[in-house]
């Protein structure tokens, strides 16, 4: 049975507790009879089961994802191209065709005496092409590099998956990572031996049965060590370093991600006695765990700073990144929430972005900066009534945009949404209620939004975001398969746009509207595509890469 919603439904109209069931694998086929065109309901939202539990009805996607972890965890480490033994410390465009030539002359009696071994004489000419080959290869390799520079995987995420339930639903969800944190507690509780906790090795496993990556937090104080407090203490510092280490090497997964504590800027999950904690005190910290972590044969991915908004506050990432915060971590990881602030700011492309260039621009200023790939590990808006609070449909709107604009920028590797599922839908605690789903698994409409969007960027390869004027955005997806699509929307709360899209391919254009699982023919004119957008993205399938496109706001 599956999970999902009629095509009558529209984001406004979902019922708080709404689940419609109908069998898995009936993908239903409607006709409109305005113009013979054809609506089609998505593989998505119609025919997927986010429950099931027989292989065969969900398993031809995580199967598929299953095999490539296999495949990532097999994999020996990538030689250099351009040094070592296969490049022999060559470096593209290093060798002129003069000193090619004087090589191969000052190497003829090696050359004679390789001869009697392969029984010819190699000439000039041949070792002249052999080196060109060697070096139009290594140009070549350099090009590759630097085009999966440009397409770096982007990871869509989600946290606190709790159960092999809920991480079916994580990955029916578009996600293909889960994040849960280990407390360092848990991972030493009697101070004696470290031990990596039950629940963890089953969230391991269950990340393995469906081909999720692992994002895993060392977080949160130890009774044991410096009174409960920061491990700021040599002894306290080593015992963390040290627990880290083992949880790496214990939990060895294909392409494993741990991050060192969490929201240690804002105190989070310490004594409220022990306040913010110091950067210079974090990076001692980090430096030990990450010199630890990166010594043992499979080394993870470690990621730093792991801060509450993005370190502004009291300068705490500038005088981490003083301290030589930057040196120590594979990756900068942090949680541009901007729910709580005023007006405008909480939408994602003004708070978020605001916080994203704040601290790219306090990171680049300092050495290797700017080429610190970035983590987003927590973002969400709460469906919560009081202040901070936004409704069901803002929700599921601020959830696909921001996907959107994450992936547009190049130094962004992954966004994490806090959280799955609501801890209380009941609760007038802000923090339960942050979840795709409510507290008794009926999802929400951001569910759908986030499953829409991260479905659609897993199949993208490259992003490119445009403001076209005021308040209508733009963002330019080329697909996997060499097609191209643009998603479209309006930021400012309750405006209409009608954007003119100009196609040079009449008649394959198609159009979805994010949320919906729902993709139409798209209307065209005198080789012009109209669409209607509001808040909620609109994309548009099998449109010109570079086709112009003219908004008008039309209104509220």
Same mark, same amino acid.
């Given at each position: 049975?599956?999970?999902?919603? *009629?095509?009558?439904?529209?984001?406004?109209?979902?019922?708080?507790?709404?689940?419609?069931?109908?069998?898995?694998?009936?993908?239903?086929?409607?006709?409109?009879?305005?113009?013979?065109?054809?609506?089609?309901?998505?593989?998505?939202?119609?025919?997927?089961?986010?429950?099931?539990?027989?292989?065969?009805?969900?398993?031809?996607?995580?199967?598929?994802?299953?095999?490539?972890?296999?495949?990532?965890?097999?994999?020996?480490?990538?030689?250099?191209?351009?040094?070592?033994?296969?490049?022999?410390?060559?470096?593209?465009?290093?060798?002129?065709?003069?000193?090619?030539?004087?090589?191969?002359?000052?190497?003829?009696?090696?050359?004679?005496?390789?001869?009697?071994?392969?029984?010819? /004489?190699?000439?000039?000419?041949?070792?002249?092409?052999?080196?060109?080959?060697?070096?139009?290869?290594?140009?070549?390799? &350099?090009? #590759?590099?630097?085009?999966?520079?440009? *397409?770096?995987?982007?990871?869509?995420?989600? +946290?606190?998956?709790?159960?092999? %339930?809920?991480?079916?639903? &994580?990955?029916?969800?578009?996600?293909?990572?889960?994040?849960?944190?280990?407390?360092?507690?848990?991972? #030493?509780?009697?101070?004696?031996?470290?031990?990596?906790?039950?629940?963890?090795?089953?969230?391991?496993?269950?990340?393995?049965?469906?081909?999720?990556?692992?994002?895993?937090?060392?977080?949160?104080?130890?009774?044991?060590?410096?009174?409960?407090?920061?491990?700021?203490?040599?002894?306290?510092? *080593?015992?963390?370093?040290? &627990?880290?280490?083992?949880?790496?090497?214990?939990?060895?997964?294909?392409?494993?991600?741990?991050?060192?504590?969490?929201?240690?800027?804002?105190?989070?999950?310490?004594?409220?006695?022990?306040?913010?904690?110091?950067?210079?005190?974090?990076?001692?910290?980090?430096?030990?765990?990450?010199?630890?972590?990166?010594?043992?044969?499979?080394?993870?991915?470690?990621?730093?700073?792991?801060?509450?908004?993005?370190?502004?506050?009291?300068?705490?990432?500038?005088?981490?990144?003083?301290?030589?915060?930057?040196?120590?971590?594979?990756?900068?990881?942090?949680?541009?929430? +901007?729910?709580?602030? %005023?007006?405008? @700011?909480?939408?994602?492309?003004?708070?978020?972005?605001?916080?994203?260039?704040?601290? %790219?621009?306090?990171?680049?200023?300092?050495?290797?900066?700017?080429?610190?790939?970035?983590?987003?590990?927590?973002?969400?808006?709460?469906?919560?009534?009081?202040?901070?609070?936004?409704?069901?449909? %803002?929700?599921?709107?601020?959830?696909?945009?921001?996907?959107?604009?994450? /992936?547009?920028?190049?130094?962004?590797?992954?966004?994490?949404?806090?959280?799955?599922?609501?801890?209380?839908?009941?609760?007038?605690?802000?923090?339960?209620?942050?979840?795709?789903?409510?507290?008794?698994?009926?999802?929400?409409?951001?569910?759908?939004?986030?499953?829409?969007?991260?479905?659609?960027?897993?199949?993208?390869? #490259?992003?490119?975001?445009?403001?076209?004027?005021?308040?209508?955005?733009?963002?330019?997806?080329?697909?996997?398969?060499?097609?191209? &699509?643009?998603? +479209?929307?309006?930021?400012?709360?309750?405006?209409?746009?009608?954007?003119?899209?100009?196609?040079? @391919?009449?008649?394959?254009?198609?159009?979805?509207?994010?949320?919906?699982?729902?993709?139409?023919?798209?209307?065209?004119?005198?080789?012009?595509?109209?669409?209607?957008?509001?808040?909620?993205?609109?994309?548009?399938?099998?449109?010109?890469?570079?086709?112009?496109?003219?908004?008008?706001?039309?209104?509220?």
């Amino acid at each position: 049975m599956v999970l999902v919603r *009629t095509e009558s439904e529209s984001l406004s109209r979902i019922p708080r507790r709404v689940q419609t069931l109908i069998p898995a694998g009936d993908v239903p086929v409607l006709h409109s009879s305005a113009g013979g065109s054809t609506v089609r309901a998505m593989e998505g939202n119609r025919g997927r089961a986010s429950r099931c539990r027989e292989p065969g009805v969900t398993g031809g996607r995580r199967s598929r994802g299953a095999e490539a972890a296999a495949r990532d965890e097999r994999r020996e480490p990538e030689r250099s191209v351009t040094g070592g033994e296969d490049g022999d410390g060559l470096q593209a465009n290093s060798v002129t065709e003069g000193e090619a030539n004087e090589r191969v002359e000052q190497g003829g009696q090696q050359e004679r005496s390789e001869d009697s071994v392969t029984g010819g /004489r190699r000439s000039r000419g041949a070792e002249v092409w052999k080196l060109c080959a060697l070096l139009l290869g290594l140009f070549v390799a &350099a090009c #590759d590099r630097s085009e999966s520079d440009a *397409t770096q995987d982007f990871t869509v995420g989600v +946290c606190h998956v709790r159960s092999f %339930e809920n991480a079916e639903i &994580a990955a029916e969800a578009g996600a293909t990572s889960i994040r849960n944190t280990i407390s360092w507690r848990a991972l #030493d509780p009697a101070g004696s031996g470290v031990v990596v906790p039950k629940a963890q090795q089953e969230r391991q496993k269950d990340a393995r049965r469906l081909g999720l990556k692992l994002l895993t937090p060392i977080a949160y104080s130890h009774p044991l060590y410096d009174g409960g407090g920061y491990p700021v203490s040599e002894k306290s510092v *080593t015992a963390y370093a040290q &627990a880290s280490a083992f949880a790496a090497a214990a939990l060895r997964h294909p392409q494993p991600v741990f991050e060192i504590w969490n929201e240690w800027n804002l105190g989070i999950g310490m004594p409220a006695e022990a306040g913010k904690g110091a950067p210079r005190d974090y990076v001692r910290l980090l430096s030990a765990a990450y010199d630890v972590m990166k010594k043992k044969p499979h080394p993870p991915t470690v990621l730093g700073g792991v801060m509450a908004g993005a370190g502004l506050t009291d300068d705490w990432l500038e005088q981490a990144c003083e301290a030589g915060m930057l040196r120590h971590l594979d990756g900068l990881s942090f949680h541009p929430y +901007c729910y709580w602030m %005023e007006g405008l @700011k909480v939408l994602p492309e003004q708070g978020m972005l605001w916080l994203i260039r704040s601290l %790219e621009e306090i990171v680049d200023r300092y050495p290797g900066g700017a080429r610190v790939p970035l983590y987003l590990t927590e973002i969400g808006w709460p469906t919560y009534e009081g202040d901070g609070g936004v409704s069901l449909d %803002e929700q599921a709107q601020f959830a696909a945009r921001t996907l959107l604009l994450a /992936r547009a920028n190049r130094r962004i590797r992954g966004v994490w949404w806090f959280n799955l599922r609501d801890r209380d839908s009941s609760s007038d605690r802000m923090n339960d209620r942050f979840g795709l789903l409510f507290s008794d698994g009926t999802p929400k409409p951001a569910f759908f939004a986030f499953r829409d969007t991260a479905r659609l960027l897993g199949n993208v390869v #490259d992003a490119r975001h445009e403001r076209l004027g005021g308040t209508v955005h733009a963002m330019r997806l080329t697909l996997r398969d060499g097609r191209h &699509a643009i998603a +479209c929307w309006v930021a400012r709360p309750n405006v209409q746009a009608r954007i003119e899209v100009a196609t040079t @391919k009449p008649g394959i254009a198609s159009v979805q509207l994010i949320g919906s699982g729902m993709e139409r023919r798209a209307e065209e004119s005198k080789g012009r595509i109209v669409v209607s957008v509001g808040n909620m993205p609109v994309v548009l399938f099998g449109v010109d890469e570079d086709a112009a496109l003219q908004p008008t706001v039309v209104g509220r």
